[in-house]
């Protein structure tokens, strides 16, 4: 009969070597159990202000630049890739 172990904590920490080019963005995040992270995310999209963001979600900071809709969409095509 297979069993489901407990998967250990992982943390920032724990990853040797750092994957190179990677390490840039892997030192940018807290040194928190991934479990954790992944709840403190799920708090902070749960309060973001959906009104506000539709006000802004085609704006620029400056002519032809992306919107802020583009900006979102470009952190999670690029989030999605790194997951590969």
Same mark, same amino acid.
């Given at each position: 009969?297979?069993?489901?172990? *407990?998967? /250990?904590?992982?943390k920032?920490?724990?990853?040797?070597? &750092?994957? *190179?080019? +990677?390490?840039? +963005?892997?030192?940018? !995040?807290?040194?928190? *159990?991934? #479990?954790? !992270?992944? =709840? /403190?995310? @799920?708090? &902070?999209?749960?309060? @973001?202000?959906?009104?506000? &963001?539709? =006000?802004? #979600?085609?704006?620029? +900071? #400056? !002519?032809? $630049?992306?919107?802020? $809709?583009?900006? &979102? =969409?470009?952190?999670?095509?690029? /989030?999605?890739?790194?997951? +590969?």
């Amino acid at each position: 009969m297979f069993t489901l172990n *407990e998967p /250990e904590p992982m943390k920032r920490s724990h990853i040797h070597p &750092l994957p *190179e080019y +990677y390490d840039r +963005y892997i030192l940018l !995040a807290d040194d928190i *159990e991934v #479990a954790d !992270a992944f =709840q /403190e995310s @799920i708090h &902070l999209i749960d309060t @973001i202000d959906h009104d506000r &963001l539709h =006000q802004l #979600a085609d704006k620029t +900071y #400056a !002519a032809g $630049k992306w919107t802020v $809709k583009d900006i &979102l =969409q470009h952190l999670s095509d690029i /989030e999605r890739i790194h997951c +590969y």
